[in-house]
């Protein structure tokens, strides 16, 4: 199992430190450094900008919103920076949900799978650059012919030729037709909240999109990218207090994400056997509560999804996520020794 560092995406504030963290996972032997966007930063620019002092790192996006660009224009960012990099870019895409699609890009959200099918189609082919790209489905039409058209759009090829054909393509999906979908059409796999104990769920979803007709991948060669906070303590207290702080992003992602009937996230808690408690944790966070929300958040819970203790039991989980088919554990880090540290730890 290969470990990546996880940037994530901005707060109110451009992160700081991010250079010595990056140079830290360059040479301690990581293998990827992700960069993600939500509506604020985006994702490709923080990955050129601190992925240009990088040689080895595979640089991935986890994950691009589709609904935030046209197809070709993210094949145009994929590539570009492809190229720029010595063919590492890593492209990981997903959905979003109707909230940031219909509030902030204007674009309406319905027909998720079949967009995504699409989108990740028009990509393939302006990377294999093989004819004129088109698209006859509904969601991206090539050329657009719909209300407005002049008529004269054509079919057109990248005048760069890509540096590689076939990016790597990893899906962010959560429900049981979005993971099939996945395992049916792309190369990888960026759950959120998987753990060790919840993998059981999907297998089956995975299958399912293996067995279908023209799946590009089997289980031997599909990448599953599973993110989590991993921490090494020194003391109990020490361990608890990391708990306890990562307590209020529990609740965020449970009852403060989406809408009320709309939270993709809190349904993925539902579907870990956490219903009654993320109804309870949605009702407090959307009433304004958001300190009683976060209080209702299990130490179990947080110890489920994450991993923080002392070294021993660290290596002791992490082999537990890698015998889940886990092939890259991409961890969010603090500080460039937090990453020194973990990579000597798990050599």
């Known amino acids: 199992m290969k470990l990546g560092l996880q940037l994530g995406y901005w707060g109110a504030q451009p992160p700081t430190g991010v250079a010595e963290l990056v140079t830290a996972a360059e040479e301690s032997g990581f293998d990827a450094l992700f960069t993600a966007e939500a509506w604020g930063s985006d994702a490709f620019t923080p990955l050129a900008w601190w992925g240009r002092e990088t040689s080895r790192l595979r640089l991935g996006t986890s994950i691009v919103q589709m609904s935030g660009r046209a197809p070709t224009s993210i094949a145009m960012h994929a590539l570009t920076l492809d190229h720029l ?71 057109l090829k990248s005048i760069v030729h890509p540096l590689r054909a076939d990016i790597p393509i990893w899906l962010g999906a959560e429900g049981p037709k979005n993971v099939a979908l996945t395992s049916e059409i792309a190369d990888g796999w960026i759950p959120i909240f998987y753990t060790p104990a919840t993998a059981a769920m999907y297998r089956p979803w995975l299958d399912e999109g293996f067995a279908r007709p023209g799946a590009r991948r089997t289980r031997d060669d599909f990448e599953i990218a599973a993110t989590c906070h991993l921490q090494i303590t020194t003391s109990d207290a020490e361990r ?108």
């Open 85 to 155: 990099s010595g063919g590492r870019v890593v492209l990981g895409m997903g959905v979003s949900g109707p909230q940031v699609v219909e509030g902030w890009y204007g674009a309406p959200f319905s027909k998720p799978l079949a967009r995504t099918r699409e989108v990740v189609d028009v990509i393939r082919q302006v990377l294999a650059r093989e004819a004129p790209v088109t698209n006859e489905g509904p969601h991206h039409p090539l050329p657009y012919t719909g209300e407005g058209a002049t008529g004269l759009g054509k079919p």
């Open 240 to 347: 608890d207090a990391v708990v306890a702080a990562m307590k209020s992003v529990v609740s965020l992602y449970m009852g403060g994400m989406g809408a009320k009937d709309a939270n993709f996230h809190k349904q993925v808690f539902e579907r870990m056997g956490h219903q009654a408690l993320s109804d309870e944790v949605q009702r407090l966070y959307l009433e304004g509560r958001k300190d009683q929300a976060t209080a209702l958040i299990p130490d179990e819970l947080v110890h489920d999804m994450h991993i923080v203790g002392d070294a021993g039991y660290v290596k002791e989980r992490v082999a537990e996520w890698e015998s889940t088919g886990v092939t890259t554990l991409l961890l969010s880090c603090r500080t460039a020794d937090e990453v020194r540290r973990i990579a000597e730890l798990l050599a």
